[in-house]
């Protein structure tokens, strides 16, 4: 079954009751019995809910996984994956990555005792050299948030394999239209579903899918004892929103070429990130595992100066200056004050999250007009 079919019908039928075409939001919390243990699959909606069940099983089959488990938050996500883990136990993460996974790394599960390395990974090798026999997961981001790094995520499979590590990868930028982390040798995917997978920036959740039975039972576990689940309502609207991805993310794919090709012949810009230039790092890798460059751009100004990235991120209009990311709408953001303010400033500039930096979440308006509130923007 090809990509549209699945994202339109795995997961969902009609309602047996009604013939319902739209999975029906089940808002209740709990559900009658028979008998004691004489139910119709469904005892607490902790633990289940029919709407969740069926967002989660859609989100198997698009991610080409077997299990999936919807959370109230992407860091509910991270939070399950990192409580698989045990005291001691060592993380190697690339140094390039959501400044909110950045903290529940450093400021929530380093008390507990879980060793994080932040390494380069655009050169596998310098994950080689960090694994030792406490590495129990790799953690990737491709492409990277803000930088849009592009790890080659086959090749830390393979390190992940011999080391005896899980890997796991943010596939929240790219999106299961353009990557498939687990046919490329990832244990776990996990997306902010608040973002592309939702589409229309009403709703905060996240996700993990797996084809691992033994992952997935330890996964269903920590969601229903730790219970940061997500809402009935929610999962609905995700349902309805995952419908159109392909079209979408097609929109935001040329929409995003379009303004990256735009950036880079601007006089006041400096550097254009878009993994869809031949000249990006590793861009044959991009090339190789992904199905488009999508809608996510960052761009550095001439003289780097912070007064300058803030002047054009207030200047713009269409491009509405907010947090977050994959909705229809475009939106515009400064990294090292908004979404990566956590880490500190040393660690942001050997990154390159330096103080011109702007993120672009590029959407599905017209281009000319978009191009046309950049240009007012910048100049």
Known sequence: MKFATKAI???VAPDSATGAIMTPIYQTSTYVQDGVGNHKGYEYSRTSNPTRHALEKNLAAIENGKYGACFASGLAAIDCVLKMLHSGDEVISTNDLYGGSYRIFRTIFEKFGLVFHFVDMTDVKNIKNKVNSKTKMIWVETPTNPMMNIIDIAAVA????QGGALLCVDNTFATPFLQSPLDLGADIVMHSVTKYLGGHSDVIMGALITKEETIAREMYRIQNSSGAVTAPMDSFLV???IKTLHLRMERHC???????????????VDRVFWPGFSSHPNHAIAAKQMRGFGGMISFTLKGNQLEDALNVVKKAKLFALAESLGGVESLIGHPASMTHASIPKEERDRSGVVDSLIRLSVGIEDIEDLIDDLKNALG
């Open 9 to 11: 019908h795995e997961g």
């Open 158 to 161: 393979e390190i992940a394999q």
């Open 239 to 241: 349902l309805r929103g």
């Open 254 to 268: 040329y929409n995003g070429e379009k303004v990256a090709r735009f950036l880079a012949t601007h006089p006041r």
